[in-house]
């Protein structure tokens, strides 16, 4: 079984008002149905966009690019919930 990779949820969730009869009123929640990039796929760009801008002589392979990119957005994620997860 693969290791579930923690995404960091949505990177720009959107916030949907819609009526609720329970409480007899407006109410605002995250929309689920549309939630866009998540926020490791925008550590992974914001990264990506950096390693390109470095000398072309210190690049890789386009896979190993991307998976630096990855690791990178995934200690980032780590780091910005304390550094506690595996």
């Known amino acids: 079984m693969s290791k579930k990779i923690d995404n960091g949820g949505a990177a720009f969730p959107h916030k ?3 009526y609720d009869s329970d409480c007899g009123g407006y109410v605002y929640s995250l929309d689920h149905h ?8 925008y550590f992974a ?6 390693l390109m801008n470095r000398d072309s002589n210190q690049r890789y392979l386009a896979e ?10 995934d200690a980032m994620i780590k780091a910005r ?3 506690d997860q595996p």
Not at 34 to 41: F, I, K, N, Q, S
């Open 16 to 18: 949907a008002k819609h």
């Open 34 to 41: 549309e939630p866009g990039m998540t926020l490791r796929d």
């Open 45 to 50: 760009a914001a990264a990506l966009t950096g």
């Open 64 to 73: 190993q690019d991307v998976e630096y990119c990855f690791a990178i957005a």
């Open 81 to 83: 919930k304390g550094g």
